[in-house]
């Protein structure tokens, strides 16, 4: 009897002790303090990016459209609307990215804000905002869906 209540109790803090590595792991390698926001318009994808562990640096994005990288920029325009809306205090975290020309049709892209850790040795991505939808005319240019 004692030795099941000792192997139970060895379960419980293995499961307990697992636990506590994975969710370590996780808030390391996909942090929740980056927000941001993106829309389609005039042939661009705009939005802002903000990371509140660090409010006064700059986040690093990335478009990908239909899962391909098109193009890295860093949140640096001037975007006072976050500052009124409460998201920072400063208006410097916008980013703006030209959209390249797409076949005809229903295309999605999505703004990926860029997090570094183990001293820059490994760098994940995580998801600002929603998925943007662009729907591409004849020529190829883009607006939002």
């Known amino acids: 009897m004692k030795l099941a209540k000792a192997l139970i109790a060895k379960s419980i803090a293995e499961t307990i002790l697992v636990s506590v590595i994975g969710i370590v792991f996780y808030l390391t390698a996909f942090p929740p303090y980056f927000h941001g926001w993106g829309e389609a318009a005039n042939g661009n994808i705009h939005g802002w990016a903000v990371d509140h562990s660090q409010p006064s ?9 239909d899962g391909k990288f098109v193009a890295a920029a860093v949140a640096n325009q001037s975007r006072p609307d976050i500052v009124k809306q409460g998201w920072s205090s400063d208006e410097w975290h916008g980013y703006v990215f030209s959209v390249p020309t797409q076949a005809v049709g229903l295309h999605e892209a999505r703004v990926y804000a860029v997090h570094a850790s183990a001293g820059s040795k490994r760098q994940t991505l995580q998801l600002l905002g929603d998925p943007i939808q662009l729907l591409a005319d004849d020529a190829g240019r883009v607006r939002s869906r």
């Open 57 to 65: 640096s700059r986040v690093d994005v990335q478009l990908f459209i």
